[in-house]
């Protein structure tokens, strides 16, 4: 079991900034390909962007060139840089390790609350 804990949610305006942080426990972190998901109220979870063992990145279309996720693999931390936030941005965010080495999983953080308005 992986427990996950996320911080740095907030209320920003249009085109303001935010930088999320997930906090995972485990031995074995560097081994985790590690995502961020949002849920905006009405609607599904979705994909956000992830992060490979390795260091690759992957973006949905909707924050390419705006988010920027990293991972700090001596402080167990993955990190989602937000930037130029729009109202539709707008989610409570969670952060999801979605495997371990070549082993898939679904662990979940509790989630952070991103608000993006004016």
């Known amino acids: 079991q992986v427990q996950l804990v996320e911080s740095g949610g907030g209320l920003v305006q249009p085109g303001g900034s935010l930088r999320l942080s997930c906090a995972a426990s485990g031995s074995r972190f560097s081994m985790y390909r590690m995502g961020w998901f949002r849920q905006a109220p009405g609607k599904q979870r979705e994909l956000v962007a992830f992060i490979s063992s390795g260091g690759t990145t992957t973006y949905v279309d909707s924050v390419k060139g705006r988010f920027t996720i990293s991972r700090d693999n001596a402080k167990n931390t993955v990190y989602l840089q937000m930037n130029?936030?729009?109202?539709?941005?707008?989610?409570?965010?969670?952060?999801?390790?979605?495997?371990?080495?070549?082993?898939?999983?679904?662990?979940?953080g509790q989630g952070t609350q991103v608000t993006v308005s004016s």
């Open 84 to 108: 130029s936030l729009k109202p539709e941005d707008t989610a409570v965010y969670y952060c999801n390790v979605m495997r371990i080495g070549t082993e898939q999983v679904n662990y979940w």
